[in-house]
């Protein structure tokens, strides 16, 4: 069964960095898109950063630009953001996505529903 997993979450100061990592095994497909989402009580699931199959695509949400960058690892079925200059409102759950694909698609996906598998998440805290 497919179960990414995610780690480096924690509890940090405005202005400090995370690492979030997402490790991921018995995908059926040889290759996969990824994601990272964030979500808040009380608010609806939303997108951070996207990265297509060879990594050389990625995407951010206007609220991390320029602050977080999402990589990956294609052997090791993982992908990773580091977070700089983090705000008290990047505090949420982070919850890493994969969407297997077809040999070849280098698609990026920034809607939660064309993922196929969800991580359990991990809390982000970010103090004033």
């Known amino acids: 069964q497919v179960q990414p997993v995610e780690s480096g979450g924690g509890l940090v100061q405005a202005g400090g960095s995370l690492t979030l990592s997402c490790t991921s095994s018995?995908?059926?497909?040889?290759?996969?898109?990824m994601g990272w989402f964030r979500q808040d009580p009380g608010k609806e699931r939303e997108i951070v950063a996207a990265?297509?199959?060879?990594?050389?695509?990625?995407y951010y949400s206007d609220s991390v630009k320029g602050r977080f960058t999402i990589s990956r690892d294609i052997g090791k079925i993982a992908a990773y953001l580091q977070m700089n200059n983090l705000k008290p409102e990047d505090t949420a759950v982070y919850y890493c996505?994969?969407?297997?694909?077809?040999?070849?698609?280098?698609?990026?996906?920034?809607?939660?529903?064309?993922?196929?598998?969800w991580g359990q998440g991990t809390q982000v805290t970010v103090s004033s």
């Open positions: 990265i297509s199959w060879r990594g050389d695509a990625t």
């Open positions: 018995g995908l059926t497909f040889s290759t996969y898109a």
């Open positions: 996505a994969v969407r297997e694909t077809y040999s070849g698609e280098n698609t990026i996906y920034t809607n939660e529903r064309e993922y196929d598998y």
